[in-house]
């Protein structure tokens, strides 16, 4: 098993450009989230999925949509991206069952300019 | 106050050493707690669950003081591989979302 999959590793944007980062797990997970980590801050939940074509949003949602059109996958839009996304993002994924076991993502690390 | 709150460290122990974290939340309806080890520039793993009368794993032991809020992980007999952040993450009573501490830095000397 790969795990959780993100790609890209690392992204550069200028202010006002939109991008995709790409999140998948292979392990059959009905639970994915999306994360941000910044200095001092912790992690924080942007938005998160308890299973296809669910999605809910987190402790900070604002400038990001989610899909989740198949168990696999959960994409992560950047509508215009602003330099406060400067972050590094990491998707994770969960059983239902094993709620309390979340496995990470290697993580996006993406600059705003 | 944040949700979860823990000492930045960082915590520069030689190689041997016992050292302790403790990290304290705010909601009292909390119902599931952890420690997640996150090494420089890499993902958060799962370190251990923290029970309430306690659990042991190897060299680490966590603790839950329900009553003072705050959850503790020991470490003995420190390695250089130790070396990393440490993440207190607690979970509400309901839904799966986990609530993330800043973290514990840790750096062991030889």
């Known amino acids: 098993n790969a795990g959780v999959t993100q790609t890209p590793k690392f992204q550069v944007l200028k202010t006002g450009q939109s991008m995709t980062l790409q999140c998948a797990q292979d392990m059959n997970h009905e639970y994915m989230s999306w994360y941000r980590q910044d200095p001092g801050m912790g992690l924080r939940l942007i938005h998160y999925?308890?299973?296809?074509?669910?999605?809910d949003q987190g402790e900070v949602p604002n400038g990001y949509n989610v899909s989740r059109s198949t168990t696999e996958d959960f994409p992560l839009r950047l509508l215009s991206a602003a330099p406060s996304q400067t972050s590094v993002y990491f998707c994770?994924?969960?059983?239902?069952?094993?709620?309390?076991?979340?496995?990470f993502g290697p993580g996006t690390r993406l600059t705003v300019l | 106050r944040k949700e979860v709150e823990q000492d930045p460290g960082p915590f520069n122990v030689p190689e041997g050493a016992t050292v302790a974290f403790n990290c304290t939340y705010s909601n009292s309806a909390s119902q599931s707690f952890f420690w997640y080890r996150q090494d420089c520039r890499k993902e958060p793993k799962l370190l251990m669950s923290v029970y309430s009368s306690g659990n042991e794993d190897g060299r680490f032991t966590a603790q839950l003081n329900r009553a003072s809020q705050y959850i503790s992980l020991l470490i003995r007999d420190s390695k250089l591989s130790d070396s990393a952040t440490y993440l207190c993450v607690v979970k509400e009573s309901s839904g799966d979302k986990l609530t993330f501490g800043t973290g514990t830095r840790l750096a062991v000397r030889p």
């Open positions: 994770a994924s969960s059983s239902m069952t094993s709620a309390n076991t979340q496995y």
């Open positions: 999925s308890v299973g296809a074509g669910i999605t």
